[in-house]
C-alpha cells in the first residue's frame, strides 16, 4: 500500500516536471516568435535610429548576444537555483515582483471563487428543486448571462456606474494589500471579484444543478426519503453531499484558470496581479518576466488540481477504494 | 519616427491594454489629501503605464519622459511656445564663424544628492551622450559637436565642425539631461540624481511613482505641490472614473472619445491642445510603383486630408503640411492639391503611363494608436476612387515597429513625432546622410543643400523662409502625405491651477500646477 502510495506520488512528480520543462519550452520560443525584442519595444521606432554599435551596445545589455540555446539553459538554471531573472524596466528581480503579485491574485481568485461557490451552488440547487420550473428557467437566465456578458464589460459599467453614480471608486486609490489596510484591500476587491464571480458561477450554477438532479434520482435518496429523514436534511446532506465531487473538480479547474485569466479585469480595476505582471512583460518583451512568471502560474495550476485530487478523497470514499 | 515613438507609446499604453503588478510591500502610496513639508496639496496625476526607464539619455515612452523632465535638468529648456529659453545653461552665444557655441552656466545648482554642478559635469554628459557604447538616443543631435571643452567651472565651449541653429533646441530634450559625472547608469536607474524641479520619493513598481519638492531647486519659482503622484491606472477609462470620484487631479488623453467622455460628466474640465506630432501617409520613393513622382503625387491629389481627419478622429484635429512647429508651421493650403482633385490625380496617372491604375502595399499599425487602421480604410477608400488599390497590411504594433525600423515597406500609416525644431523633426529623415533616411525613403540634393542652410543660420526670419521652402520641396515631390495632427486633452478636476498644456505634451509646468 505504501510502496504503492510511493509509486504514484513519483509518478505525479515526474508528470509536474515535464509539464513544466514543457511550458518553459513553449513560452521561451513563442516569446521569441513575437516580433519585437527588448530594445524595439523601449525604443519603438527611434530604434531605426540606432547605430550598428548603439544596437550591440543594448543587445549586450539586455543579453540578447547570446545564443537562444545558451540563453535558455541560463535561465532555467538560475530558476533552481531562485533566481528567476531580472526585470530591468522595475529594477527588481522577478521573485520580488511575483511574491508581491501572487498573492494579489490568489486572494482575489479566493474571493472570487468564494462568491461563485455563494451564488452557484443555491441557485444550482434551487434550479434542480424542480426542474424545468420557473425557478429553472431563472437560474440558467442567471447562468447565461454569467457565461454570455464579457468580463471587460461588466467591469467598465460597474466602475463607471459607481463611480459616477456613488463616488464609489476604491480602486483609483493607491492599491493597499490585505495586510496594509484589510477595509480598503476589501473594498477594492470588490468590484473585481464580483466580475470574476459572477462568470465563474455559471458553470458552477450548471454543474450544481446537474448533479443533483443525478444524485435525486438515485436509490438512497428514495430509501432516505422514505425512511422518513425530514427534506431539508435529505437536500443538504445526502443531496448535496453526494453532488459535491463534480462541484469540487468544476471549482478546481476554475481557480486555477483565474491564476491566470484575470487579466483583464486586474488592468481595468486597476489590481496589481500576476496576470497583469504577464501582460506588462510581454508588451516590454521582458523574457525573463513573462517565462519565470508563467512557469509560476502553471505551476500553480499544478499543484491546484493535485489539491482537487486530494479533496475527491476526501470528500467521497469510493475514490479512495478505488 | 522620432518623438513620434512618444506618442505612440503613450496611445499603445492607452489603447492596447497597458500594464502593471505587484503590490507595495511598505504600505500604500501618499493619497491625494497627502500634506507635505511646506504645505499645499499633493496632486495625483492618472498615467496608463508607469516609465519603462529612468535612465533620461534612454528614454523614449512618453510616460518616463513626463517623469524624468521633473526630475532632471538640461542646458536649455522650452517655454510654453516651444521658443529655446535658458535651462542649465544662463546664456550661450555662437561666434561669428559659427564653429564655436560658448554657454555660461547657471551658478549654485545642486544635484538631488547635494553635490555640485558644473562644466565638468556638462563635458561628461555631453562626451558620454556622443559615445556609440552609451546608446544614447539622442547621440545624433550632437552630430556638429566635434569636442566639448570646460575651461573654467561656469563655461563650457562646444567645438562645432560647422554652424547649427538647431543645437541650442536640440539641448533642451531630457534625452540631453544633466548627469552627474560621478553617476553611473546601474546607479541612476534606481536613484535618479538631477536638478530638476522634484526628486524621486517613492516608487512602487508599476503602481506609483512619488516626486518630492526639490527645495534646493534653482528656479526663481519653486514647485506649488509639495508632491507629485503619478499613478498607474492601465485603462485611460478607469483613470476617468478615478477623476469623478476625486482620487485623481490631473490626467493626459489622447483618445477623443475618451476625453469626451471626461467632459461629459461636468465634475472634469477637458482643455485641448494641437499637437506636434503629425499623421501621415508616408511612402518610400525608392520601391516599387512609388519611384515614379506622377504616382505618389496621383496619391496626394486623391487625398483629402479633411476627410479623413473627420472619419477616423472624430474632426479632433487640423489639416496639416510636414512643419507643425508654431514657429516654423507650414501652410497646408499652398501644397499641391490643397483640396481633392480627382481629375489631377487621373492626369498625373496618365503621365506615369498607369492610367489603368497601380497597388501599392502599405503596413498600418493595430493597436499603436487608435485611428490608424480607420485613417487607412478611409484613404484605401479615397484612392480606390483614383484607381490606386491601396493594399492594407495591418500589423501588431510589435510586428509594424519591426517592418519600419528596418525600412521594409512600399507605404505606412503612421503617428510620427514633431519638434519644435524643424531641422530636429526632419532633418534626420529627409537628408541623404540622415539616420533615417533609410526609413524616409527620400532624399535630394535640393534638400540636403536646404537643410545645410537651415543650420547655418540663426535668424529666425531666414529659417522660417528655408524651412517653408523644405515643406514645399517635400510636398511639391510627394516624399510622403502628409494628413492631420491631432490633440491632446488635459483633464483637470476642479481646484487644479498653474498647469499649462504644450503641444509637445510635455508636463514642464507640473511645478507650477497646485491643488486646493
Same mark, same amino acid.
Given at each position: 500500500?505504501?510502496?504503492?502510495?510511493?509509486?504514484?506520488?513519483?509518478?505525479?512528480?515526474?508528470?509536474? *516536471?515535464?509539464?513544466?520543462?514543457?511550458?518553459?519550452?513553449?513560452?521561451?520560443?513563442?516569446?521569441?516568435?513575437?516580433?519585437?525584442?527588448?530594445?524595439?519595444?523601449?525604443?519603438?521606432?527611434?530604434?531605426?535610429?540606432?547605430?550598428?554599435?548603439?544596437?550591440?551596445?543594448?543587445?549586450?545589455?539586455?543579453?540578447?548576444?547570446?545564443?537562444?540555446?545558451?540563453?535558455?539553459?541560463?535561465?532555467?538554471?538560475?530558476?533552481?537555483?531562485?533566481?528567476?531573472?531580472?526585470?530591468?524596466?522595475?529594477?527588481?528581480?522577478?521573485?520580488?515582483?511575483?511574491?508581491?503579485?501572487?498573492?494579489?491574485?490568489?486572494?482575489?481568485?479566493?474571493?472570487?471563487?468564494?462568491?461563485?461557490?455563494?451564488?452557484?451552488?443555491?441557485?444550482?440547487?434551487?434550479?434542480?428543486?424542480?426542474?424545468?420550473?420557473?425557478?429553472?428557467?431563472?437560474?440558467?437566465?442567471?447562468?447565461?448571462?454569467?457565461?454570455?456578458?464579457?468580463?471587460?464589460?461588466?467591469?467598465?459599467?460597474?466602475?463607471?456606474?459607481?463611480? *459616477?453614480?456613488?463616488?464609489?471608486?476604491?480602486?483609483?486609490?493607491?492599491?493597499?494589500?490585505?495586510?496594509?489596510?484589510?477595509?480598503?484591500?476589501?473594498?477594492?476587491?470588490?468590484?473585481?471579484?464580483?466580475?470574476?464571480?459572477?462568470?465563474?458561477? *455559471?458553470?458552477?450554477?450548471?454543474?450544481?444543478?446537474?448533479?443533483?438532479?443525478?444524485?435525486?434520482?438515485?436509490?438512497?435518496?428514495?430509501?432516505?426519503?422514505?425512511?422518513?429523514?425530514?427534506?431539508?436534511?435529505?437536500?443538504?446532506?445526502?443531496?448535496?453531499?453526494?453532488?459535491?465531487?463534480?462541484?469540487?473538480?468544476?471549482?478546481?479547474?476554475?481557480?486555477?484558470?483565474?491564476?491566470?485569466?484575470?487579466?483583464?479585469?486586474?488592468?481595468?480595476?486597476?489590481?496589481?496581479?500576476?496576470?497583469?505582471?504577464?501582460?506588462?512583460?510581454?508588451?516590454?518583451?521582458?523574457?525573463?518576466?513573462?517565462?519565470?512568471?508563467?512557469?509560476?502560474?502553471?505551476?500553480?495550476?499544478?499543484?491546484?488540481?493535485?489539491?482537487?485530487?486530494?479533496?475527491?478523497?476526501?470528500?467521497?470514499?469510493?475514490?479512495?477504494?478505488? | 519616427?522620432?518623438?513620434?515613438?512618444?506618442?505612440?507609446?503613450?496611445?499603445?499604453?492607452?489603447?492596447?491594454?497597458?500594464?502593471?503588478?505587484?503590490?507595495?510591500?511598505?504600505?500604500?502610496?501618499?493619497?491625494?489629501?497627502?500634506?507635505?513639508?511646506?504645505?499645499?496639496?499633493?496632486?495625483?496625476?492618472?498615467?496608463?503605464?508607469?516609465?519603462?526607464?529612468?535612465?533620461?539619455?534612454?528614454?523614449?515612452?512618453?510616460?518616463?519622459?513626463?517623469?524624468?523632465?521633473?526630475?532632471?535638468?538640461?542646458?536649455?529648456?522650452?517655454?510654453?511656445?516651444?521658443?529655446?529659453?535658458?535651462?542649465?545653461? @544662463?546664456?550661450?552665444?555662437?561666434?561669428?564663424?559659427?564653429?564655436?557655441?560658448?554657454?555660461?552656466?547657471?551658478?549654485?545648482?545642486?544635484?538631488?544628492?547635494?553635490?555640485?554642478?558644473?562644466?565638468?559635469?556638462?563635458?561628461?554628459?555631453?562626451?558620454?551622450?556622443?559615445?556609440?557604447?552609451?546608446?544614447?538616443?539622442?547621440?545624433?543631435?550632437?552630430?556638429?559637436?566635434?569636442?566639448?571643452?570646460?575651461?573654467?567651472?561656469?563655461?563650457?565651449?562646444?567645438?562645432?565642425?560647422?554652424?547649427?541653429?538647431?543645437?541650442?533646441?536640440?539641448?533642451?530634450?531630457?534625452?540631453?539631461?544633466?548627469?552627474?559625472?560621478?553617476?553611473?547608469?546601474?546607479?541612476?536607474?534606481?536613484?535618479?540624481?538631477?536638478?530638476?524641479?522634484?526628486?524621486?520619493?517613492?516608487?512602487?513598481?508599476?503602481?506609483?511613482?512619488?516626486?518630492?519638492?526639490?527645495?534646493?531647486?534653482?528656479?526663481? @519659482?519653486?514647485?506649488?505641490?509639495?508632491?507629485?503622484?503619478?499613478?498607474?491606472?492601465?485603462?485611460?477609462?478607469?483613470?476617468?472614473?478615478?477623476?469623478?470620484?476625486?482620487?485623481?487631479?490631473?490626467?493626459?488623453?489622447?483618445?477623443?472619445?475618451?476625453?469626451?467622455?471626461?467632459?461629459?460628466?461636468?465634475?472634469?474640465?477637458?482643455?485641448?491642445?494641437?499637437?506636434?506630432?503629425?499623421?501621415?501617409?508616408?511612402?518610400?520613393?525608392?520601391?516599387?510603383?512609388?519611384?515614379?513622382?506622377?504616382?505618389?503625387?496621383?496619391?496626394?491629389?486623391?487625398?483629402?486630408?479633411?476627410?479623413?481627419?473627420?472619419?477616423?478622429?472624430?474632426?479632433?484635429?487640423?489639416?496639416?503640411?510636414?512643419?507643425?512647429?508654431?514657429?516654423?508651421?507650414?501652410?497646408?493650403?499652398?501644397?499641391?492639391?490643397?483640396?481633392?482633385?480627382?481629375?489631377?490625380?487621373?492626369?498625373?496617372?496618365?503621365?506615369?503611363?498607369?492610367?489603368?491604375?497601380?497597388?501599392?502595399?502599405?503596413?498600418?499599425?493595430?493597436?499603436?494608436?487608435?485611428?490608424?487602421?480607420?485613417?487607412?480604410?478611409?484613404?484605401?477608400?479615397?484612392?480606390?476612387?483614383?484607381?490606386?488599390?491601396?493594399?492594407?497590411?495591418?500589423?501588431?504594433?510589435?510586428?509594424?515597429?519591426?517592418?519600419?525600423?528596418?525600412?521594409?515597406?512600399?507605404?505606412?500609416?503612421?503617428?510620427?513625432?514633431?519638434?519644435?525644431?524643424?531641422?530636429?523633426?526632419?532633418?534626420?529623415?529627409?537628408?541623404?546622410?540622415?539616420?533615417?533616411?533609410?526609413?524616409?525613403?527620400?532624399?535630394?540634393?535640393?534638400?540636403?543643400?536646404?537643410?545645410? @542652410?537651415?543650420?547655418?543660420?540663426?535668424?529666425?526670419?531666414?529659417?522660417?523662409?528655408?524651412?517653408?521652402?523644405?515643406?514645399?520641396?517635400?510636398?511639391?515631390?510627394?516624399?510622403?502625405?502628409?494628413?492631420?495632427?491631432?490633440?491632446?486633452?488635459?483633464?483637470?478636476?476642479?481646484?487644479?491651477?498653474?498647469?499649462?498644456?504644450?503641444?509637445?505634451?510635455?508636463?514642464?509646468?507640473?511645478?507650477?500646477?497646485?491643488?486646493?
Amino acid at each position: 500500500m505504501r510502496a504503492l502510495l510511493r509509486n504514484r506520488l513519483a509518478r505525479r512528480a515526474a508528470g509536474t *516536471a515535464g509539464t513544466l520543462f514543457g511550458v518553459a519550452v513553449f513560452v521561451f520560443v513563442m516569446l521569441r516568435a513575437i516580433p519585437g525584442n527588448q530594445i524595439t519595444a523601449g525604443l519603438g521606432t527611434e530604434a531605426a535610429a540606432l547605430t550598428p554599435a548603439q544596437q550591440a551596445a543594448l543587445e549586450r545589455y539586455y543579453g540578447l548576444d547570446r545564443p537562444l540555446v545558451a540563453q535558455f539553459f541560463a535561465w532555467l538554471g538560475n530558476m533552481f537555483t531562485g533566481n528567476f531573472g531580472y526585470s530591468a524596466r522595475n529594477q527588481q528581480s522577478v521573485l520580488d515582483l511575483t511574491l508581491r503579485s501572487l498573492p494579489v491574485t490568489a486572494e482575489l481568485a479566493v474571493l472570487s471563487i468564494v462568491l461563485a461557490l455563494a451564488i452557484g451552488v443555491p441557485l444550482g440547487m434551487l434550479a434542480a428543486s424542480r426542474a424545468n420550473s420557473a425557478r429553472d428557467a431563472l437560474g440558467q437566465a442567471v447562468s447565461l448571462a454569467g457565461l454570455s456578458i464579457p468580463a471587460f464589460l461588466l467591469a467598465t459599467t460597474l466602475l463607471s456606474v459607481f463611480a *459616477a453614480s456613488f463616488g464609489f471608486n476604491p480602486n483609483g486609490q493607491g492599491f493597499a494589500t490585505l495586510a496594509e489596510d484589510p477595509l480598503l484591500n476589501l473594498r477594492q476587491m470588490l468590484l473585481p471579484a464580483l466580475v470574476l464571480g459572477f462568470g465563474i458561477a *455559471a458553470p458552477i450554477l450548471r454543474t450544481t444543478r446537474a448533479a443533483v438532479l443525478e444524485v435525486r434520482s438515485e436509490d438512497f435518496v428514495r430509501t432516505a426519503r422514505a425512511k422518513g429523514v425530514p427534506e431539508r436534511r435529505l437536500q443538504v446532506r445526502h443531496v448535496l453531499g453526494n453532488a459535491l465531487v463534480p462541484i469540487v473538480t468544476m471549482t478546481g479547474l476554475q481557480f486555477g484558470y483565474l491564476l491566470g485569466g484575470a487579466v483583464v479585469v486586474e488592468q481595468i480595476f486597476s489590481v496589481p496581479g500576476i496576470g497583469r505582471q504577464v501582460l506588462l512583460g510581454i508588451q516590454q518583451k521582458e523574457y525573463a518576466v513573462v517565462q519565470s512568471t508563467v512557469l509560476v502560474i502553471a505551476l500553480a495550476f499544478v499543484l491546484v488540481n493535485l489539491l482537487t485530487d486530494v479533496l475527491y478523497r476526501v470528500i467521497d470514499p469510493r475514490v479512495r477504494a478505488s | 519616427m522620432p518623438r513620434g515613438t512618444l506618442s505612440a507609446a503613450a496611445l499603445a499604453a492607452t489603447l492596447s491594454l497597458a500594464l502593471t503588478s505587484c503590490s507595495s510591500s511598505s504600505g500604500p502610496a501618499p493619497s491625494a489629501g497627502a500634506t507635505g513639508a511646506g504645505g499645499g496639496k499633493g496632486l495625483v496625476v492618472g498615467v496608463t503605464s508607469d516609465p519603462d526607464t529612468l535612465f533620461p539619455w534612454k528614454a523614449t515612452q512618453f510616460q518616463a519622459v513626463n517623469v524624468l523632465q521633473n526630475l532632471y535638468g538640461t542646458l536649455t529648456e522650452f517655454d510654453k511656445d516651444l521658443n529655446v529659453v535658458p535651462g542649465l545653461a @544662463e546664456s550661450w552665444r555662437a561666434s561669428d564663424d559659427g564653429r564655436t557655441l560658448t554657454l555660461k552656466l547657471r551658478q549654485g545648482v545642486m544635484f538631488a544628492d547635494g553635490s555640485a554642478f558644473d562644466s565638468k559635469d556638462v563635458k561628461s554628459s555631453l562626451d558620454k551622450i556622443m559615445d556609440e557604447a552609451t546608446a544614447a538616443v539622442a547621440r545624433t543631435s550632437l552630430a556638429s559637436v566635434k569636442s566639448v571643452e570646460a575651461p573654467d567651472a561656469g563655461t563650457v565651449v562646444l567645438k562645432l565642425s560647422g554652424p547649427d541653429a538647431a543645437l541650442p533646441a536640440n539641448l533642451a530634450t531630457v534625452n540631453m539631461a544633466m548627469l552627474s559625472s560621478d553617476d553611473t547608469e546601474e546607479k541612476l536607474n534606481g536613484t535618479p540624481n538631477g536638478t530638476g524641479p522634484f526628486t524621486l520619493g517613492k516608487r512602487v513598481p508599476s503602481q506609483s511613482l512619488t516626486l518630492t519638492r526639490n527645495d534646493k531647486y534653482w528656479g526663481a @519659482e519653486k514647485p506649488k505641490a509639495p508632491t507629485v503622484e503619478f499613478r498607474v491606472i492601465p485603462d485611460e477609462s478607469s483613470i476617468v472614473s478615478a477623476m469623478q470620484s476625486g482620487n485623481v487631479q490631473l490626467a493626459v488623453f489622447n483618445d477623443p472619445l475618451v476625453a469626451q467622455t471626461a467632459a461629459g460628466g461636468g465634475t472634469i474640465t477637458v482643455a485641448k491642445t494641437p499637437q506636434l506630432n503629425y499623421h501621415v501617409l508616408q511612402l518610400n520613393a525608392r520601391r516599387g510603383e512609388l519611384k515614379d513622382v506622377n504616382v505618389r503625387l496621383a496619391m496626394q491629389c486623391a487625398i483629402d486630408r479633411k476627410q479623413v481627419l473627420d472619419t477616423a478622429a472624430l474632426g479632433e484635429g487640423e489639416v496639416t503640411g510636414p512643419i507643425t512647429a508654431p514657429a516654423f508651421k507650414s501652410d497646408p493650403g499652398k501644397r499641391p492639391c490643397p483640396a481633392r482633385d480627382l481629375a489631377k490625380a487621373a492626369e498625373y496617372l496618365g503621365k506615369a503611363g498607369k492610367a489603368g491604375g497601380v497597388t501599392v502595399k502599405a503596413i498600418v499599425s493595430q493597436g499603436e494608436y487608435a485611428t490608424s487602421v480607420n485613417e487607412a480604410q478611409n484613404l484605401k477608400a479615397q484612392l480606390a476612387e483614383a484607381k490606386i488599390n491601396l493594399e492594407l497590411e495591418v500589423l501588431e504594433s510589435g510586428a509594424f515597429v519591426d517592418r519600419w525600423v528596418a525600412a521594409d515597406f512600399d507605404a505606412a500609416v503612421a503617428l510620427n513625432g514633431g519638434r519644435p525644431d524643424p531641422d530636429g523633426s526632419y532633418g534626420r529623415y529627409f537628408t541623404s546622410d540622415g539616420n533615417l533616411n533609410k526609413v524616409a525613403g527620400y532624399s535630394s540634393p535640393t534638400l540636403d543643400k536646404l537643410f545645410a @542652410e537651415g543650420k547655418a543660420t540663426t535668424d529666425q526670419a531666414a529659417r522660417k523662409a528655408i524651412y517653408d521652402q523644405v515643406a514645399a520641396e517635400l510636398e511639391n515631390n510627394a516624399a510622403w502625405i502628409w494628413l492631420f495632427a491631432g490633440y491632446t486633452y488635459t483633464a483637470t478636476t476642479a481646484g487644479v491651477q498653474g498647469f499649462t498644456p504644450m503641444a509637445n505634451g510635455s508636463l514642464q509646468s507640473l511645478r507650477a500646477t497646485s491643488v486646493s
